[in-house]
């Protein structure tokens, strides 16, 4: 079975819930033979084909262009420094610039490439909020850091 499974948990401030993001996959005839007693739990690694099939199931209806763009939005570490202060919850121009130590002109050019993305959207004239689809990027890239340390 190919599993990803990405949280974080908020225990104070403005933000106690959990978030969670998961992504599971297992080949069909993994689940057929599971269910059916065929398949014996076995040490070691999956086979190329469980990994090949895995993998089909998980990126089912994922458009490799909207993974790339997404990706690129993400790519910028002050585009990052916005996503973790909105994180925190909604924010002013003034206090993104001092999060990220950015004048007017280039704050608003990362500001406006997080817009296109979907990831942050204005609240009300210079008040900024993370997207449901923000939320999810920016808590995944985080987990994903984590994971590769």
Known sequence: M??????TQVAAGPLKDKRHVAL??????????????LLKAKAGFPSVAELEAAATTVSRGVRAESVAGLLDALAHPQRVQILVK???GEATHRSLSKATGLK??????HLRELRMAGLIGPKVR?????TARGDRAILAALAMERLCR
């Open 2 to 7: 190919l599993a990803v499974e990405l949280s």
């Open 24 to 37: 599971v996959a297992k080949p069909k005839k993994a689940r057929r033979a599971q269910k059916t007693g």
């Open 86 to 88: 909105l994180l925190g």
């Open 104 to 109: 007017a002109g280039p704050l608003y050019h």
């Open 126 to 130: 210079d008040l900024y909020v993370l």
